[in-house]
């Protein structure tokens, strides 16, 4: 059986990267693509890095694992630093992490069965206990009755749950999901990023996951960290980070608006209404234009109901009587709802 390899809360980090930096050099220059990074994630959690494309986030996960030779700074697992190691010491360390991609890389001439054995062959495990191994993961993530099917004849779901297999194999103390449900559709999104958050609290299996997506890292994640142009600008727990983004990167990745937010009158101010799981579900717009009398513009809405309780944000356009919009402010404070005047939103 998989054996819990890591305490949640532990004070001692797992994972440490201090002063990380990683530059490549190409025929038109030296492209800086990570620049002083230092992050500290804690044994057993699930820690999320978002950001947008280009933003460095899988040259990040490729340096925590070594792929990518770090330029400058140290990578820390459980304290030891892997840049440093020799290539034999190197291939053993990773051994601790497991990788799941968002493309699967799986054997297209193996069967699952013989996909999830594959890194158990390479450890030099019997061929017996590796199949045994294998066998007992596939039943893990819902596949018992496709061991020896292709990868040919798996759906996108499938795939990502042998490829999460076969990342479980050498029981790993760290699993890095790079772009894991971006080729997914939602419903499997949701399910595999389930099996996620079962195996991170059934086994104590740290999880890294790498996203451009805000709601991956709504769904499953303790902390985030925020990564723009190269650098780490905002790192906090996802609520902090959802409620109160303070860079510009980590509003535009919360409330996006390309394509998804009714056309605004230019130099109109807007109001952010937040939805954190603390207030139940209830008509607010309903309520807040009866108690105060006015109407108001709903400019993008992205909430939902888990158990009773509102989750998510919603963009109102506010009117432009003063008094009135003080009125909005203090019924939603009565009903302790966040809210923030994101200002002049020029779309």
Same mark, same amino acid.
Do not use: W
């Given at each position: 059986m998989?054996?819990?390899? !890591?305490? +949640?809360?532990?004070?001692?980090? #797992?994972?440490?990267?201090?002063g990380?930096?990683? !530059?490549?050099?190409t025929?038109?220059?030296?492209?800086r693509? &990570?620049?002083?990074?230092?992050?500290? #994630?804690?044994?057993?959690?699930?820690?999320?890095?978002?950001?947008?494309?280009?933003?460095? $986030?899988?040259?990040?996960?490729?340096?925590?694992?070594?792929?990518?030779?770090?330029?400058?700074? %140290?990578?820390?697992?459980?304290?030891?630093? *892997?840049? %440093? @190691?020799?290539? $034999?010491?190197? *291939?053993?360390?990773?051994?601790?992490?497991?990788?799941?991609?968002?493309?699967?890389? &799986?054997?297209?001439?193996?069967?699952? =069965?013989?996909?999830?054995?594959? +890194?158990?062959?390479?450890?030099?495990?019997?061929?017996?206990?590796?199949?045994?191994?294998?066998?007992?993961l =596939?039943?893990?993530?819902?596949?018992?009755?496709?061991?020896?099917?292709?990868?040919?004849? @798996?759906?996108?779901?499938?795939k990502?749950?042998?490829?999460?297999?076969?990342? &479980?194999?050498?029981?790993?103390?760290? @699993?890095?999901?790079?772009?894991?449900?971006?080729?997914l559709? +939602?419903?499997?999104?949701?399910?595999?990023?389930?099996?996620?958050?079962?195996?991170?609290?059934?086994?104590?299996?740290?999880i890294?996951?790498?996203?451009?997506?805000? %709601?991956?890292?709504?769904?499953?994640?303790?902390?985030?960290?925020?990564?723009?142009?190269?650098? #780490?600008?905002?790192?906090?727990?996802v609520?902090?980070?959802?409620?109160? +983004?303070?860079?510009?990167?980590?509003?535009?990745?919360?409330?996006? !608006?390309?394509?998804?937010?009714? /056309?605004?009158?230019?130099?109109?101010?807007?109001?952010?209404?937040?939805?954190?799981?603390?207030?139940?579900? /209830?008509?607010?717009?309903?309520?807040?234009?009866?108690?105060?009398?006015?109407?108001?513009?709903?400019l993008?809405?992205? !909430? %939902?109901?888990?158990?009773?309780r509102?989750f998510?944000?919603m @963009?109102?356009? =506010?009117?432009?009587?003063?008094?009135?919009?003080?009125?909005?402010?203090?019924?939603?404070?009565?009903?302790?709802?966040?809210? $923030?005047e994101?200002?002049?939103?020029d779309?």
């Amino acid at each position: 059986m998989l054996q819990n390899t !890591t305490e +949640p809360g532990a004070e001692k980090p #797992i994972i440490e990267l201090q002063g990380l930096c990683k !530059t490549f050099r190409t025929k038109a220059g030296e492209v800086r693509a &990570l620049e002083n990074i230092d992050l500290a #994630i804690q044994p057993g959690e699930i820690f999320g890095v978002i950001g947008l494309s280009g933003a460095g $986030k899988s040259t990040l996960v490729r340096c925590i694992n070594c792929l990518e030779a770090p330029t400058a700074g %140290k990578v820390l697992l459980e304290g030891r630093d *892997l840049v %440093k @190691l020799s290539k $034999k010491e190197l *291939l053993e360390a990773r051994r601790s992490i497991g990788m799941i991609f968002q493309g699967f890389h &799986l054997l297209e001439q193996r069967t699952a =069965l013989k996909n999830v054995c594959f +890194p158990l062959e390479i450890a030099g495990v019997k061929h017996e206990e590796a199949e045994a191994r294998a066998k007992e993961l =596939l039943e893990l993530v819902g596949l018992a009755d496709r061991m020896e099917s292709y990868p040919s004849q @798996l759906s996108g779901g499938q795939k990502q749950r042998v490829a999460i297999a076969r990342a &479980l194999a050498t029981n790993p103390k760290v @699993l890095l999901c790079d772009e894991a449900t971006s080729a997914l559709d +939602p419903n499997t999104t949701r399910s595999i990023l389930a099996l996620l958050k079962s195996v991170n609290q059934q086994f104590g299996v740290t999880i890294v996951v790498i996203t451009h997506e805000m %709601k991956v890292i709504e769904q499953i994640c303790h902390r985030v960290a925020v990564i723009d142009q190269s650098r #780490i600008v905002e790192l906090g727990t996802v609520q902090e980070v959802f409620i109160r +983004p303070k860079s510009a990167i980590a509003r535009e990745l919360i409330l996006p !608006t390309g394509g998804q937010s009714k /056309e605004i009158p230019l130099g109109r101010r807007c109001l952010r209404i937040v939805f954190d799981g603390n207030s139940s579900f /209830e008509p607010v717009i309903s309520g807040l234009t009866l108690a105060c009398g006015v109407l108001v513009n709903i400019l993008f809405a992205d !909430t %939902k109901d888990i158990d009773g309780r509102a989750f998510g944000q919603m @963009l109102i356009q =506010l009117p432009d009587d003063d008094g009135a919009i003080e009125s909005i402010q203090a019924y939603l404070d009565e009903h302790g709802i966040y809210h $923030k005047e994101e200002g002049e939103y020029d779309f």
